[in-house]
């Protein structure tokens, strides 16, 4: 219903039913906000937008987009034991990314301890579920920039040393039984994969609460990207289809999709046939002189 724009220092929500300019959301000194911090909008359950600061910020404020925006309820990092490196802005532990799974009324909050909170977020208020729960144990790799998602009840991201590093992992949780009830500790599971050999994103998305995709990119040249795709499947413990080529474009890391949630769809330079995905493919295999193809998967057939 709502389209927000997000600035520096504020929101711009957009009625698209009415095709109408409809808030301002501008709460930056209420967050606490300090210099070069920039704010950030998610939708969140109930019509609400969550908004937090992108850097420094430690809570997170749940919107109502009105003609008058109003404050339906805030939620805190809980209070950290008094010391020097507290009172010191740049070692406080804050606010890194805020997830929403609206249809299970579900926040996640991702800290800058890498410590992952689980909200159950009513129309005015915010209840905790549990404590605070690590993302990565000791001695783990630590998380990857951009890989961490949660919808349908299913946290996901993916573990690696940095985005250059071939060697992966995708961990999900799932945080609701066969009943769609909230569970006291989440089913886990892990899935290990293989990057491109150089720097990539990998971006797992939930579908259909059975799998998980996950989008690798990595550009080859000034023209070119190599893209990628493992599906997941939880109930068989396993990857259940892997695929990729070589793209002109891609929607696939985009916030919304214009096709269904089941349905990928991307303009490739040629057809390739990557076998266990094995990298980097000789340039001599290039097709010249081949039109684009658009290559269209429907991952429910």
């Not at 937008?49 to 009105?66: K, N």
């Not at 301890?113 to 005015?124: E, N, P, W």
């Not at 040249?221 to 892997?242: I, N, Q, Y």
């Amino acid at each position: 219903r709502h389209v927000v724009l997000e600035m520096a220092l504020r929101l711009l929500v957009w009625d698209a039913a009415q095709s109408s300019f409809l808030c301002e959301i501008a709460p930056i000194e209420q967050l606490g906000g300090l210099a070069g911090a920039s704010l950030q909008g998610r939708p969140a359950s109930c019509g609400q937008l969550a908004v937090w600061l992108e850097d420094g910020g430690r809570q997170v404020q749940l919107w109502e987009p009105e003609r008058e925006p109003r404050l339906a309820s805030t939620w805190c990092l809980p209070d950290e034991e008094p010391s020097a490196e507290t009172e010191d802005q740049n070692c406080r532990t804050t606010v890194a990314q805020v997830l929403s799974s609206p249809a299970h009324m579900l926040l996640g909050v991702v800290d800058s301890k890498g410590d992952f909170y689980l909200i159950l977020q009513g129309s005015s208020c915010c209840q905790d579920l549990g404590p605070p729960r690590p993302l990565i144990g000791p001695g783990g790799a630590g998380v990857l920039p951009h890989s961490v998602g949660l919808g349908a009840g299913l946290l996901s991201f993916v573990e690696g040393l940095d985005l250059g590093t071939q060697e992966r992992c995708l961990h999900v949780w799932d945080f609701l039984d066969e009943g769609v009830r909230l569970c006291e500790e989440p089913q886990r599971y892990s899935f290990p994969f293989d990057g491109h050999g150089s720097a990539t994103v990998s971006v797992p998305r939930p579908l259909l609460r059975r799998f998980v995709l996950v989008k690798s990119c990595s550009v080859r040249s000034a023209r070119e990207t190599l893209v990628s795709l493992h599906l997941f499947d939880l109930k068989a413990g396993c990857c259940a289809h892997k695929q990729g080529t070589i793209a002109l474009d891609s929607s696939l890391f985009r916030r919304a999709h214009p096709m269904a949630e089941h349905i990928l769809a991307f303009w490739t330079s040629r057809r390739a046939r990557m076998p266990g995905l094995d990298l980097p493919l000789p340039e001599a295999a290039m097709e010249q002189g081949r039109p684009p193809r658009l290559m269209i998967l429907n991952l429910a057939a």
